[in-house]
């Protein structure tokens, strides 16, 4: 029996009872549809979290805050109030410290602010002039924060794109304007341009202001959330990362790194958390899709057995004419495997469709990886064989003689 | 020279269920020679049915030989089982039993196809065999749009398509209106003439009047057997 006629005949079988057949194949479809659009998710999601974090620049160590013990007790990680402006004047002159070309101190924390009958909650920063460089900020309007801020203490603000289409709404160029930060009053002297991304942390929902300004006038803070370095080139990031590491512990008076109120990562340090995070996201999504996948396995297998059941005579006259078992095998997986083979295909542009629709939505990449397309594809075959495995050999062992005295 | 087709001898059949025994053929003997026409006869639970389906190799007996063509069945496997009655037998049954929602042309082929012949030649012998019966104006009707005594002139040529050694008929006449029955028996009449060998289960004596040798069971056993 060629392979053609098995095809054909399976089809024929199968669209005897096209509800049921359709159902069965839903089943697959949903399956495979959300093992794809997961699976696509979360390679997205990876490549964004990665092109985020390569705008920030490879280059770059950021030196936050631990936690402190005192008397046994811990504080929460990024608690501790040990970094300070002396620190990074610190890592910037000392002699041990090779290879950091910019060291950039920051002090961020969130503030209420209002330009009018608008308002926003914001990530205020901030910042030295240095940051720029550091952090490859540049602005579409206006100027960044100088050091004749910094020491006048001046109340100026440069705004995110995000915050300025909160507070002044798409298009307008807020140069000049007044904005309330906790009350104060700063003057906005630019805007930043958008830097991309979105999720996590949006970079551009921020407002940066002087150092000095955010420390003693907006905050009343002494110590630094941040500091950003920027290494002379990626080769000298790990030996950079230790030397400011010890330095750090020394003026902490710290004998062991295992003591460190703070932590120094390096862009791939951060990289690669994110991305396990993703990567955790993602198989424990994709493991709930191939859950819903053996759900629809096993509604095959149901069809299939029912199939078999109603089938009896036509099998047992299928014996009586001559065939053998791997005959009426063949014939019952091809029907199980064209049931998964079109629910695979299915799903498949139904998954791509469906995260193709996330994509435009949430303004995400859409990227379609063939390995996964692959993978569904064998997957599904493979969920007829092994579904309709039962059933066939179920078939397959009838006796002629009863199985033609089935009514 | 006469050669025996079949060639059955002491054969039993016995069904047991728990403690009863349930004896539904026994020592059955019987020579059937290539050309006869033979019909069985007799009254329900005579065992007539059971013969025909060991004869069949549907089922094998409790004890006894069955030699079909020289060979012996016993101890064969299912699947050697299914080639036998691929090659060697035709089956002809009250039901008809056709594949439903299938084409004559497709189902007089279903046996050619599981033996492996080429798709040219089992599509010029279909054509050849419907021809045979009457119907080559209805190879593409399924049996839903056939008479019955249409459906059994399929089956017909279903059970010739193999060239088989023997024909069993089991009550090919039962569902069919008396008119066409004839029909049907003049068909199995032609066929003996032209050599084949047909043995045929029926309780109608009209219909057993075709056959050359009619052999009555009652009990399971032959009762008599006449010319």
Redesign the interface.
């Known amino acids: 029996m060629n392979i053609n006629k098995l095809i054909k005949t399976g089809l024929k079988n199968l669209n005897v009872n096209k509800m049921r057949t359709s159902l069965a194949i839903l089943g697959i479809v949903i399956g495979i549809g959300s093992v794809i659009a997961l699976i696509s998710l979360g390679q997205a999601g990876k490549s964004a979290v990665q092109s985020q974090i390569q705008s920030i620049g490879s280059n770059l160590l950021t030196i936050s805050p631990g936690f402190t013990s005192s008397g046994g007790v811990r504080t929460a990680a990024g608690g501790a109030t040990t970094l300070t402006l002396e620190d990074a004047e610190a890592v910037r002159d000392a002699s041990s410290v090779a290879g950091i070309k910019n060291v950039s101190p920051e002090y961020s924390s969130r503030a209420q602010v209002i330009s009018g009958r608008n308002n926003t909650n914001t990530q205020v920063v901030g910042v030295e002039p240095v940051y720029s460089v550091v952090r490859k900020l540049s602005l579409s309007s206006g100027s960044f924060i100088t050091s004749g801020h910094l020491t006048a203490l001046s109340r100026v603000a440069v705004l995110g794109p995000t915050v300025v289409e909160d507070l002044f709404g798409e298009g307008v160029n807020p140069v000049g304007s007044a904005i309330r930060i906790s009350g104060k009053i700063f003057q906005v002297i630019g805007v930043a341009k958008s830097k991309g991304g979105s999720g996590f942390q949006n970079q551009d929902d921020r407002i940066y202001i002087p150092l000095t300004t955010a420390q003693k006038q907006l905050f009343g803070v002494r110590h630094l959330t941040s500091i950003a370095l920027e290494a002379s080139s990626e080769d000298v990031m790990t030996r950079a990362q230790n030397q400011v590491g010890y330095l750090l512990l020394d003026r902490h008076h710290l004998d062991s790194p295992s003591s460190a109120d703070f932590r120094i990562q390096s862009q791939s340090d951060i990289l690669e958390t994110a991305s396990a995070v993703s990567g955790t996201f993602t198989s424990m999504l994709t493991g709930v899709a191939a859950i819903s996948l053996l759900v629809g396995g096993i509604g095959i297998m149901n069809i299939m057995l029912m199939s078999v059941t109603e089938r009896t005579r036509e099998i047992g006259l299928r014996k009586a004419l001559g065939a053998k078992k791997k005959v009426i095998i063949a014939q019952f997986l091809t029907e199980s495997v064209i049931l998964t083979f079109v629910g695979g295909v299915l799903g498949i542009i139904f998954g791509i469709a469906g995260f193709f629709i996330y994509s435009r939505v949430a303004g995400s990449v859409f990227v379609i990886s063939p390995g996964s397309v692959l993978l569904a594809f064998a997957v599904s075959a493979a969920i007829g064989v092994l579904f309709g495995w039962y059933p066939a050999r179920k078939a397959a062992a009838l006796q002629p003689i009863e199985a033609l005295r089935y009514e | 020279m006469i050669t025996p087709i079949i060639k059955v001898s002491r054969l039993s059949k016995v069904y047991r269920t728990d403690d009863l025994e349930n004896v539904v053929l026994s020592d059955v003997t019987l020579t059937i020679n290539k050309g006869d026409f033979v019909a069985i006869m007799g009254p329900s639970g005579s065992g007539k049915s059971t013969l025909m ?1 060991i004869l ?1 190799c ?2 094998l007996p409790t004890s006894g030989t069955y030699l079909l063509d020289g060979q012996d069945v016993a101890g064969l496997s ?2 050697q089982l ?2 036998i ?3 060697k037998i035709g ?1 002809v ?1 009250q039901a008809y ?1 056709l ?4 084409s004559a042309l497709d189902n007089v082929m ?2 050619m ?4 012949l080429p ?1 040219s030649l089992q599509l010029e012998k279909a054509k050849k065999l419907l021809d045979l019966v009457g119907l080559s104006d209805r190879m593409h009707h399924p049996p839903n749009k056939l008479s019955g005594g249409q459906q059994q002139r399929v089956a017909i040529a ?1 059970a010739l398509s ?1 060239e088989p050694s023997i024909i069993l008929a089991d009550e090919p006449t039962g569902n069919i209106a008396s008119a066409q029955a004839e029909e049907i028996m003049s068909i199995f009449r032609q066929l003996n003439r032209q050599g084949h060998t047909i043995v045929m289960i029926t309780h109608e004596a009209d219909i057993a009047k075709s056959a050359r040798r009619v052999i009555h069971l009652r009990d399971g056993k032959i009762e008599h057997e006449h010319k």
């Open positions: 389906q069949g549907l089922d299912d699947d299914a080639d009655r691929n090659r089956f049954f039993n594949l439903p929602r299938t279903v046996p196809d599981y033996a492996g798709e279903r193999m």
